[in-house]
């Protein structure tokens, strides 16, 4: 015979809790995944940030240091820069000199239309048209403060945009591990004051 006792009275869990509990810990599965790949996503672009401010500091450097020098010849200087591309609208650009003449403009491609969606791309070599400039400006820097070109990594895409308004020279530099969202990062800018004689 049967003890008596409470081994026969216990209650086990319910179908419905079983789901509940199956629910809440999918629930939680899936937020730390959705989680972990917004910190991977983080992680990769705060990656990208560092080296971008590294390089935007080695790459600009010799120019400042070659603009700020006291000797810089103030017919150079305003030899920096070609004539921007003017706007139709009000908002005319009021640049004396800008390298690329386009501007930013300068490293998108020709738009392309698909199914009705105007699509914009980064030209094919951005690094040149960023070097163009930089040698550009390096070419006007007097002899004893001429730089030299830095070697960023290949798997590196980058762009420079030199705009000059009378004693402001501004460089903009942007950064970017794809070629594609070259365009979308913040630019590291720095602007640079003429020191030198405005008589020669």
Request: glycine letters at 8%.
């Amino acid at each position: 015979m049967p003890t008596t006792g409470s081994t026969y009275n216990r209650r086990g869990f319910t179908l419905l809790e079983v789901n509940l509990a199956v629910f809440i810990m999918t629930t939680g599965i899936l937020s730390i995944c959705a989680l972990y790949s917004l910190g991977f996503r983080e992680s990769r672009q705060s990656v990208e940030d560092v080296a971008g401010a590294a390089w935007a500091e080695a790459y600009l450097s010799p120019l400042i240091q070659g603009l700020s020098a006291t000797n810089m010849p103030w017919t150079a200087w305003t030899q920096i820069g070609d004539a921007p591309a003017r706007s139709t609208t009000r908002n005319q650009n009021v640049a004396d000199g800008v390298w690329p003449s386009a501007g930013w403009s300068a490293y998108i491609q020709s738009p392309s239309v698909l199914n009705n969606d105007i699509r914009y791309r980064v030209v094919g070599s951005p690094r040149s048209r960023a070097d163009s400039a930089w040698s550009g400006v390096n070419g006007k820097i007097p002899s004893p403060y001429k730089g030299t070109n830095p070697s960023i990594p290949t798997d590196f895409e980058y762009a420079l945009v030199v705009t000059r308004r009378g004693t402001v020279i501004q460089l903009a530099f942007r950064l970017a591990r794809r070629r594609e969202t070259l365009m979308t990062l913040p630019a590291f800018v720095t602007e640079v004051r003429f020191n030198g004689d405005p008589e020669k």
